[in-house]
């Protein structure tokens, strides 16, 4: 397993991390959790991903019961949860301090996953969504805080703004607070721009570390959906019509799935595995969350790592080529 640094920190997180979210609690059962995680950390996997709304809750009461099962030395693990969307059940999200970066709620929700997922302290915390309707000052106060109490060792954004993040650290600088330390940011083949053109200031200035999901783009990056949804697939299951339609309803995307299935193919390579090491090519990836839902998902997913060195420039512009969408900074 290669690992690296978490942004400009000490910390460093493997490559490649597993993730809990649509699958723990949820769309797998607590035994196959089980044996994903055990099999990721046997082969070096020392990062964690969840969430307060991953299954409300759910996803990180099984994580924790994991963990406790396990009982792998806490130093040898990360561990992260996200604070914004609650992990309440519906009814009681009517309550108005349910959800949010306030002062109030993002307290609360680190007590309430240090609870769930049976651990002393949160090696990451993370800003689920920026809050337009609670000032910045007041969520990097809070995150400082938290940090201070031995509670969080880390703090950092998902989906946040060039723009947002920038904020946050001229806020932390302005009161000698702990900033931000990475974004959790979407970044495939088709999402782009956010990590490859809009965080490069913040690269430079900051030093941000970077946790991207959705390598595969909803499994769209599979090639497993050209033909059809197959029957018991993620895109397949009842409830995930907005999924469903996100991944799958843009034309011109499968038409390049298509190109870029041929273009593994005549390279005796997996479109998934060539989606996660291009991933993996950037920089500025400090690792890649896996979403794997079986073990046969994740040992490939795994066996990425292998298949980084065969990514050469020629090949890198012809995948570029297909996608078209390569960002570019502005020549002034």
């Given at each position: 397993?290669?690992?690296?640094?978490?942004?400009?920190?000490?910390?460093?997180?493997?490559?490649?991390?597993?993730?809990?979210?649509?699958?723990?609690?949820?769309?797998?059962?607590?035994?196959?959790?089980?044996?994903?995680?055990?099999?990721?950390?046997?082969?070096?996997?020392?990062?964690?991903?969840?969430?307060?709304?991953?299954?409300?809750?759910?996803?990180?009461?099984?994580?924790?019961?994991?963990?406790?099962?396990?009982?792998?030395?806490?130093?040898?693990?990360?561990?992260?949860?996200?604070?914004?969307?609650?992990?309440?059940?519906?009814?009681?999200?009517?309550?108005?301090?349910?959800?949010?970066?306030?002062r109030k709620h993002v307290?609360?929700?680190?007590?309430?996953?240090?609870?769930?997922?049976?651990?002393?302290?949160?090696?990451?915390?993370?800003?689920?969504?920026?809050?337009?309707?609670?000032?910045?000052?007041?969520?990097?106060?809070?995150?400082?805080?938290?940090?201070?109490?031995?509670?969080?060792?880390?703090?950092?954004?998902?989906?946040?703004?060039?723009?947002?993040?920038?904020?946050?650290?001229?806020?932390?600088?302005?009161?000698?607070?702990?900033?931000?330390?990475?974004?959790?940011?979407?970044?495939?083949?088709?999402?782009?721009?956010?990590?490859?053109?809009?965080?490069?200031?913040?690269?430079?200035?900051?030093?941000?570390?970077?946790?991207?999901?959705?390598?595969?783009?909803?499994?769209?990056?599979?090639?497993?959906?050209?033909?059809?949804v197959p029957k018991g697939?993620?895109?397949?299951?009842?409830?995930?019509?907005?999924?469903?339609?996100?991944?799958?309803?843009?034309?011109?995307?499968?038409?390049?799935?298509?190109?870029?299935?041929?273009?593994?193919?005549?390279?005796?390579?997996?479109?998934?595995?060539?989606?996660?090491?291009?991933?993996?090519?950037?920089?500025?990836?400090?690792?890649?969350?896996?979403?794997?839902?079986?073990?046969?998902?994740?040992?490939?997913?795994?066996?990425?790592?292998?298949?980084?060195?065969?990514?050469?420039?020629?090949?890198?512009?012809?995948?570029?080529?297909?996608?078209?969408?390569?960002?570019?900074?502005?020549?002034?």
């Amino acid at each position: 397993m290669e690992y690296r640094r978490l942004g400009k920190s000490g910390l460093q997180v493997s490559a490649l991390s597993l993730g809990s979210w649509l699958n723990f609690g949820k769309f797998i059962d607590a035994k196959m959790a089980k044996e994903l995680m055990v099999y990721a950390y046997d082969r070096g996997i020392n990062f964690f991903d969840n969430a307060e709304v991953y299954a409300r809750g759910k996803s990180e009461e099984v994580m924790g019961q994991i963990f406790k099962e396990v009982s792998w030395d806490r130093s040898t693990y990360v561990v992260s949860s996200k604070v914004f969307w609650g992990g309440k059940d519906p009814e009681s999200m009517a309550w108005p301090n349910h959800k949010g970066l306030m002062r109030k709620h993002v307290v609360e929700a680190c007590d309430a996953a240090l609870r769930r997922l049976q651990v002393d302290y949160l090696d990451l915390f993370f800003c689920h969504r920026p809050d337009i309707h609670t000032p910045i000052d007041e969520t990097v106060w809070t995150m400082h805080n938290l940090i201070q109490q031995g509670k969080i060792l880390y703090w950092g954004t998902s989906e946040w703004t060039s723009q947002q993040i920038t904020e946050a650290h001229y806020v932390a600088e302005k009161y000698n607070l702990i900033g931000p330390t990475m974004e959790q940011p979407e970044y495939n083949m088709f999402n782009r721009k956010k990590v490859e053109l809009d965080y490069l200031p913040i690269y430079r200035r900051f030093g941000l570390g970077t946790t991207i999901w959705s390598p595969l783009a909803s499994g769209l990056l599979t090639g497993k959906y050209i033909d059809q949804v197959p029957k018991g697939s993620r895109l397949d299951q009842e409830g995930f019509d907005w999924l469903r339609e996100r991944t799958l309803g843009d034309e011109d995307k499968m038409s390049k799935v298509v190109k870029l299935y041929a273009l593994a193919q005549e390279r005796e390579l997996s479109l998934t595995q060539l989606s996660i090491a291009w991933c993996l090519k950037n920089p500025n990836v400090s690792t890649v969350i896996l979403g794997a839902s079986n073990l046969n998902q994740l040992q490939e997913n795994i066996r990425s790592l292998e298949i980084i060195p065969r990514l050469t420039d020629e090949l890198m512009e012809t995948i570029d080529d297909v996608l078209d969408n390569k960002p570019h900074e502005p020549s002034y």
